[in-house]
Structures are given as structure tokens and as C-alpha cells.
């Protein structure tokens, strides 16, 4: 039986809704990656060049710390990872959380919100972070709060 884990970054709460219908819609359980410093208004400010965000993804090798709780990786085979799509690629806290577990033999489907860019270079961008061992698959840009049944419908086309 295939174990999965909708594990999301969400620094203003959208994506934290679609990562909640998503859940429910697989029977997932559900990981928040939350920031040791949490991401103010301020930070999120993509027109101020000196705002965190805009200095964290000026610098690919950045890594934001993040809260490690206890999540048990090793327990699933199919880890759903969702985040907010910032400069065209995932948040550079994504690639902390992928570097602080081993995802070893797993399968990994990404999927995403944003104000209307693609997934552009995301993936190449996040294998740096995972063994080549790790299955990444680029899933789906959700720029909307998708309906569990509507989740159920990308899922049944993903075949997992």
C-alpha cells in the first residue's frame, strides 16, 4: 500500500489551502515546512530588491532555515510538495527542507501556486537538492483553491 505526504511551504496562505483540499483528496497526511523565521509582508515584497525574498533567490545557494519537526520521511513513497512559485522556481526554502531529509527512492510531485508564472527551471533547480535516486515529477500549477473532486480528477490523471 503507497503511503503519501502532502508536504507545502505557504509564506501567505494560499497554498496552504490547496495543499489541505489535496490532502483530503489522497488520504494524505500533511506537513507544514515552516520558516525559523516566519516571512513578514515586508519580506514578500518582490518590487523591493532588498526584501528577503528578492535576496534569497538572488543567491541559488541560499538555504532559510526551517523548524524540523518531526516528520518521518522514511515512512512514505510519495511525497506531494507544493509551494509558492517565486522568480519563475520554487522558494529556496524548499531546497533546506529537501536537503534536511533523505528522500532516498522516493517519488516526488510538485505542485504549485503563483500569480501567473509557470514552473520554469523548478525542477532543475531542486534536483541540486534530492539523491538521483529521488523521483521528481513536475505535477501542476494550481492558481486557484481546486475542489477535492477536482484534485481527485489530477490525480487519477497523474496514475499513481
Known sequence: ???????????????????????????????????????????????????????????????PEIIKDDVNI????????GFPIWWYVAPTIIN??????????KKIIIFAT???????RTIENLRVSVPDTTELVEGKILNYNPSVEEIKTWIKDLNI
Open 96 to 105: 533546506t527542507f529537501l536537503e534536511s531529509y533523505d528522500f532516498s527512492n
Open 1 to 63: 500500500m503507497t503511503k503519501t505526504l502532502v508536504a507545502y511551504f505557504s509564506a501567505s496562505g494560499v497554498t496552504r489551502e490547496v495543499a489541505k483540499n489535496l490532502a483530503a483528496a489522497t488520504s494524505s497526511d500533511i506537513y507544514e515546512i515552516k520558516p525559523v523565521n516566519p516571512y513578514t509582508s515586508a519580506d514578500l515584497d518582490w518590487r523591493d530588491k532588498n526584501s528577503r525574498s528578492t535576496v534569497e533567490m538572488k543567491d541559488h545557494n541560499s538555504r
Open 74 to 81: 522514511e515512512n512514505y513513497d510519495i511525497i506531494f510538495l
Open 114 to 120: 503563483s500569480g501567473g508564472s509557470g514552473f520554469g
